[in-house]
């Protein structure tokens, strides 16, 4: 049922792309049923072209039969498309399960209009998720140091009995903080510390949500009335 429910999602939300959009695809489960949704539509956007948040995605897309662009020469684009681990009323959101957060956070603030896609499990009313946090890993115990300052509990995600690296090479820490009621203010100290490449506190970025709950997609726009 969840899995129906990220599928409808994603092919709900895919109806945002028009001819000749420059769109960032997101990473993750509920993103592979858009990218196999676009790649059975390609031919109703022959202009479109279309970037990618990590090596999984280009992976997913090129099989697809979709060609990822290079984002490194794009200053700005149309459409971002991308799933969330959890998503409150304010349409703050935590990203990173996937461990693509760094670049899906550079393709979101990019593109002029993100949409998240998820099924209804990931709607929250306060967030509270492990908060992932791309840390260079020469800075590793220092900033665990100061997560834990923060009263967070710092955990480094391991892939197997190895350490889990980000396409950039990088360490993930999983940082516990609880319900967090203040957002804002812990996305600020987050990035503060040294060492730290970026957090997956997105709390701008998602302009529109596609959310499916038991065979229903409801959208919601941030500025809406």
Excluded at 137 to 157: H, I, T
Excluded at 174 to 199: M, N, R, T, Y
Excluded at 216 to 221: A, F, L, P, S
Aim: proline share 3%; glycine share 10%; charged share 25%.
């Amino acid at each position: 049922m969840q899995d129906d429910d990220k599928k409808l999602a994603a092919e709900t939300a895919i109806a945002e792309i028009r001819d000749g959009m420059r769109v960032g695809l997101g990473s993750g489960s509920t993103v592979a049923f858009a990218i196999a949704a676009i790649g059975r539509q390609l031919a109703s956007w022959p202009k479109a072209t279309f970037f990618s948040t990590s090596q999984s995605t280009t992976r997913a897309a090129r099989e697809a039969g979709i060609s990822i662009a290079r984002f490194a020469d794009q200053v700005e684009i149309d459409l971002a498309i991308d799933g969330v681990d959890e998503i409150d009323p304010q349409f703050c959101a935590i990203k990173g399960g996937g461990g693509a957060l760094l670049r899906e956070k550079v393709v979101a603030s990019a593109a002029e209009r993100m949409v998240a896609i998820a099924d209804g499990s990931k709607q929250v009313g306060v967030l509270g998720a492990p908060v992932p946090v791309e840390v260079l890993p020469f800075a590793q115990m220092f900033v665990a140091g100061r997560v834990a300052a923060l009263d967070g509990e710092p955990m480094l995600r391991a892939a197997g009995d190895k350490e889990y690296r980000t396409n950039q090479g990088n360490l993930i820490l999983d940082c516990h903080f609880g319900a967090i009621f203040d957002s804002e203010k812990l996305a600020f100290e987050l990035q503060a510390i040294p060492g730290v490449l970026g957090h997956g506190l997105f709390l701008t970025e998602v302009a529109a949500a596609y959310i499916a709950d038991k065979g229903v997609v409801t959208k919601m726009e941030r500025n809406a009335a």
